[in-house]
């Protein structure tokens, strides 16, 4: 049996449609831009609840992301330290490219292309003055090194066993800045976490953080950020019971940024 790690979160980050000034660099192939464009009008129209992925089957989906991703010690939301906001609203992004293949390389860019289609962020390649930046690679599990810009390379590992978009999108997130969305100090007033099924090593994973900032924004059981329901069971048991039921198949499916994803990216980054 697979071990339930669970990676959501943490670095990704690739891409790099744009330079600062909006316009765009000639780095990524027209047809791959285009392709990304067609999947982000989809994503437009998303909100949580029209998702089609929320009406996929719990097990399979979040089987999935569970094998693939692996919490840090690190706690997410927003980070509240203003230090680990990128500079200018710029994340240089280094892919090592003999590591992913074309199809790889597409959903990272697609996943950055997201992001910044709905946020003031941008991704560029980076250029060697760049100090600070995010490296995507394939290292042992799917995980971000930090949250939010730390100093010098930080890594988004993402090996072939979580890679796709969802992951892609999340471990992006943590890169930005955000805590997983059940670490919200608020949390049990929305979620119970059953602390009995959850693997002893894992359990730092489900604890608050008072470092959280959430600008007032609501518990968000659609965000990309959200563990499933069995994140970290030792039994297959569940590990995080929705107090409305009706979201319980929910958590941790989203394939897309949730529309209040969306919201806390913009105003830790001063969109508007
Ligand atoms: C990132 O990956 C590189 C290359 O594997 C490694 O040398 C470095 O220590 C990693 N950085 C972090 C912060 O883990």
């Keep these: 049996m697979m071990r339930n790690i669970v990676c959501f979160a943490v670095v990704l980050v690739v891409a ?6 909006g316009r765009f660099v000639n780095y990524v192939p027209n047809d791959r831009l285009e392709d990304a464009k067609d999947k982000v009008s989809v ?15 719990v097990t399979k989906n979040s089987r999935n992301l569970l094998n693939h991703l692996i919490p840090t010690r690190e706690k997410r939301k927003a980070v509240k330290d203003s230090s680990r906001r990128w500079t200018n609203n ?17 959903i ?5 292309y ?27 599990f799917c995980y971000s090194t930090t949250h939010g810009m730390n100093g010098g390379q ?29 670490k919200r100090p608020d949390r049990d007033q929305y979620i119970t976490v059953h602390e009995e099924n959850i693997e002893d090593k894992f359990k730092y994973a489900f604890e608050k953080s008072n470092e959280i900032e959430t600008y007032g924004l609501p ?23 929705t107090k409305d039921p009706s979201f319980q198949n929910i958590i941790g499916q989203t394939q897309d940024l949730s529309y209040y994803d969306i919201q806390l990216a913009n105003l830790m980054y001063n969109c508007r």
């Excluded at 790099?16 to 000034?21: A, R």
């Excluded at 990272?108 to 950055?112: E, K, L, V």
């Excluded at 518990?219 to 995080?240: L, V």
């Design 108 to 112: 990272i860019y697609d996943a950055m």
């Design 43 to 57: 994503g437009d129209e998303l909100t949580a609840l029209e998702d089609e992925s929320l009406d996929s089957g």
């Design 90 to 106: 710029e994340i240089p992004f280094e892919i090592d490219y003999f590591q992913f293949n074309k199809d790889e390389v597409q």
């Design 154 to 182: 930080q890594n988004i590992s993402l090996p072939q066993v979580c890679f796709n978009r969802q992951s892609t999108l999340h471990e992006i997130g943590h890169a930005i800045g955000f805590y997983h969305e059940h």
């Design 16 to 21: 790099d449609l744009y330079l600062t000034s």
């Design 219 to 241: 518990y968000d059981y659609t965000s990309i950020m959200h563990y499933p329901w069995n994140a970290f069971s030792k039994n297959n048991e569940i590990t995080i019971q």
């Design 114 to 140: 997201i992001w910044q289609h709905h946020t003031c962020l941008r991704f560029r390649p980076r250029e060697t003055h760049d100090r600070n930046f995010v490296k995507f690679m394939k290292g042992e």
